[in-house]
């Protein structure tokens, strides 16, 4: 048997319409690591009121990302498992969403006779919303198709040299180019309880503003401090000076506590203070989707902008860049080891 690679990203809407969004957040937001409240609530609020309520702004945001490819998530994705897999043949890649199509199960199905099979959730930081749920979705999926015993995993790759160097070539003609007085790396958020509930300690994650200062047993898995660490060395590698650089979070839903600064107060307090230039990077994020193009790419250049801010510009992720190509390449070829090239 040859080897597979499963690549596992979030998921898209079939379609930038009300009903094809409310379809897709009922699925994303009934899953329990995502909305993680008492199961009732969670059927009430994810399978009924918020799509009901979000839905139709939802596909109007879709629809100002929405190009003849479709959806910009779906189609980097597709791009960078037919480059990976030119590159490893005759290793089969497949992809899997964790959220509508191609399913994980279907992905699945293409790799059942390769053994063993590497899954990579395309999530550089560790979070059960994200790597944690696509591994216990894969897992599921897995059972059911009895290969279970032939999946590895690869970790989150926030501290990979090789997530990090391609994601630094792909940004830094795109940052020299705007000239910058200000470099806004900014991530997908977390409520503060599901930092807290992955500190083991349950003593350590957010108890003091220096918990992430140093890495830990109990923030060895912690979001916030892999975000933070993938900030400095990103920044090394653009030769970016500690005063141009700033992390926020981007992507608040509801009231409870989120982790902090918000993008949006950041890119707000910047253009007030006099930035008149300003990148940002969603390291977070190795595709350009909905929360980089229309979150960042629109609404935060327009608050940026209408605060009195000149030059904004939005560095797109890595997609499905040779650079990246190469560095996933490299991740996969240390997890398999010379059955890569077998």
């Not at 293409?110 to 894969?138: F, H, K, M, W």
């Not at 897995?142 to 032939?150: I, K, P």
């Not at 790419?297 to 992720?317: I, N, Q, Y």
Request: aromatic fraction near 6%; glycine fraction near 6%.
């Amino acid at each position: 048997m040859h080897p597979g690679i499963l690549l596992v990203n979030l998921g898209t809407p079939r379609a930038p319409e009300r009903a094809d969004v409310a379809r897709y957040l009922r699925e994303f937001l009934t899953d329990r690591h995502v909305l993680d409240v008492a199961t009732p609530l969670r059927l009430f609020l994810g399978g009924f009121l918020i799509p009901l309520v979000r839905s139709a702004r939802s596909a109007e945001a879709y629809r100002s990302i929405w190009t003849e490819r479709g959806s910009p998530l779906l189609f980097h994705s597709k791009d960078l498992a037919a480059a990976l897999r030119a590159r490893v043949a005759p290793i089969e890649v497949a992809l899997g969403m964790r959220y509508g199509e191609p399913s994980i199960a279907s992905a699945l199905e293409r790799l059942r006779d390769c053994d063993p099979i590497v899954v990579v959730p395309l999530y550089p930081q560790n979070a059960a919303s994200s790597t944690g749920t696509a591994v216990e979705a894969t897992e599921r999926a897995a059972r059911r198709l009895g290969v279970r015993e032939r999946l590895r995993f690869v970790p989150p790759f926030h501290d990979r040299p090789e997530f990090l160097d391609a994601f630094a070539e792909v940004a830094r003609p795109h940052v020299e180019d705007a000239g910058p007085e200000l470099v806004l790396f900014s991530y997908h958020g977390l409520p503060e309880r599901h930092v807290r509930r992955a500190d083991p300690s349950g003593a350590h994650c957010l108890a003091s503003p220096t918990c992430c200062d140093v890495v830990v047993d109990a923030n060895r898995g912690c979001y916030r401090r892999q975000c933070l660490a993938t900030t400095r060395e990103l920044a090394k590698r653009l030769g970016l000076a500690p005063d141009r650089v700033a992390t926020a979070f981007q992507s608040r839903l509801g009231r409870d506590p989120w982790l902090g600064p918000p993008t949006d107060e950041v890119v707000r307090a910047a253009a007030a203070s006099g930035v008149r230039r300003l990148a940002v990077l969603c390291p977070s994020f190795v595709a350009d989707c909905l929360e980089t193009l229309e979150e960042i790419g629109g609404e935060a250049a327009k608050t940026f902008v209408e605060h009195g801010g000149e030059s904004f510009t939005l560095v797109p992720c890595p997609n499905a860049e040779p650079a990246w190509v190469s560095g996933l390449e490299a991740i996969v070829r240390d997890e398999l080891g010379s059955r890569v090239d077998s």
